[in-house]
């Protein structure tokens, strides 16, 4: 299915554009499940599996932090393969966050490594040029270009005068535009999206500009400093086109109770956030 198409149907389901972050870091899981268990992976696909089903009903999708699991070794990536499986059969539309970037032979290794995952869609770097970004759509994934990080430091590079007038950001985002193009899904939308952070929504409009008919999946949104206005700037004309992304503030939910009640009410809370940014459309 086409990713932009698949993320709208879920997106309709749940009525808001969010996509939750799974980075467990053992250290910051509740303390209770880590007394459970001796083996800290069955500690973290405890904790993940519970995430899952407690955001299950307000979030249309799911971002994989790959490195979180890739520590662990072959077992800790065979847990990411499972723990896809589970949040593709939930209805989750399925971000790897693994900024994979290279070309070649070497780009197609990774894209076939992701599509084995079971993810739908992928972080990469652009920066080697389109050849570093076609074999993962030959793959049948979805990619998510670093356009414009949420990060402090990016703006050392992104941020950076070309010759042309442009920033190396509208640089890179004109050639998202390009590849994803003629890559339209029936919602609109295609399913060559854009990495663009709340945090940098100063410049949301000229992307958006430059990106018509990308999704962009957004960080930063909350306790990085991104608002709700930060968002707007980004959405498209009719109101769509943005799937912005919250993790340590979900999974990590502070308060009283059971930790999964706190996740489910820190999704919901997002949920309610971003739907009032996008003006209840549910679009992606």
Request: aromatic share 4%; with cysteine; net charge neutral.
């Amino acid at each position: 299915m086409h990713f932009a198409d698949r993320l709208h149907d879920a997106t309709r389901r749940t009525g808001s554009p969010v996509c939750v972050g799974l980075d467990p870091v053992l250290e910051s899981l509740p303390a209770d499940l880590r007394a459970q268990h001796h083996d800290p992976l069955e500690a973290i696909a405890d904790f993940c599996r519970g995430v899952l089903h407690a955001a299950a009903t307000h979030a249309p999708a799911v971002k994989f932090q790959s490195a979180c699991f890739e520590r662990f070794g072959g077992r800790g990536v065979m847990l990411l393969e499972h723990l896809i499986t589970d949040a593709a059969s939930l209805g989750f539309a399925v971000v790897l966050d693994s900024k994979r970037g290279d070309i070649g032979i070497s780009a197609s290794h990774y894209a076939a490594g992701a599509k084995r995952t079971g993810a739908h869609a992928i972080t990469v770097s652009g920066y080697l040029g389109p050849s570093g970004v076609s074999p993962f759509l030959d793959a049948g994934l979805a990619p998510f270009v670093l356009v414009r990080t949420s990060n402090p430091d990016s703006d050392a590079v992104q941020a950076h005068p070309l010759a042309d007038g442009r920033t190396v950001a509208e640089m890179m985002a004109d050639h998202v535009a390009a590849l994803g193009g003629g890559r339209l899904g029936a919602c609109g939308l295609s399913d060559v999206g854009a990495v663009v952070g709340a945090t940098k929504s100063g410049e949301g409009r000229s992307l958006r500009a430059r990106m018509p008919t990308q999704v962009f999946l957004v960080p930063g949104y909350g306790a990085q400093g991104g608002t709700a206005e930060d968002i707007r700037a980004l959405l498209t004309p009719r109101g769509d086109g943005v799937l912005v992304t919250a993790s340590r503030s979900i999974i990590y939910a502070p308060g009283d109770g059971p930790w999964r009640d706190r996740v489910a009410a820190a999704a919901k809370k997002l949920n309610a956030e971003i739907a009032a940014v996008v003006g209840g459309r549910g679009g992606s």
